[in-house]
């Protein structure tokens, strides 16, 4: 009698041990985290900045380059993204989006001969795990270039 009186005890505090862990609130957000993107536009709009100070430049034409600073923080902004959700389909399909972006603004900057511009385009779709023949030969020609003295 005894035993049956403990087990039913023991399921009892059971029970209740269970429905106090639901009862318990997730921790609150972090509220300087960002979202993480649910489709391939949000990727596009999370990415497509990164490439503003490489737009302006080609449009400007001449004047001031890349500074490596500019250079470093776009390729860290982008290995971040591919690291958080390049695993995702629509990502990846995203990625593939700017990665013919990328070409066109490389095609740009070597009609300007703007190499080091060249190059640095092409380390972002390095990155983003692209492959193009076009960039290939472009790349090769931008460091034979730039290797001049």
């Not at 034409?61 to 290995?79: D, F, W």
């Amino acid at each position: 009698m005894y035993r049956k009186n403990g087990y039913l005890s023991l399921a009892v505090v059971l029970v209740i041990a269970l429905a106090a862990c639901d009862a318990i609130p997730p921790p609150p957000a972090d509220p300087n985290s960002k979202p993480i993107p649910k489709n391939k536009e949000e990727v596009l709009a999370e990415l497509r900045p990164l490439l503003a100070p490489y737009r302006s430049i080609l449009a400007s034409g001449g004047g001031a380059g890349l500074s490596n600073s500019q250079r470093a923080e776009t390729l860290a902004a982008i290995r971040s993204a591919q690291t958080e959700y390049g695993q995702e389909e629509y990502a990846q399909a995203a990625m593939r989006e700017m990665g013919q972006e990328i070409a066109g603004l490389a095609i740009q900057a070597k009609e300007q001969e703007r190499w080091r511009l060249v190059e640095a385009l092409i380390d972002i779709h390095e990155i983003l795990n692209l492959q193009s023949y076009l960039l290939d030969s472009l790349d090769r020609r931008a460091e034979v270039i730039l290797a001049k003295p």
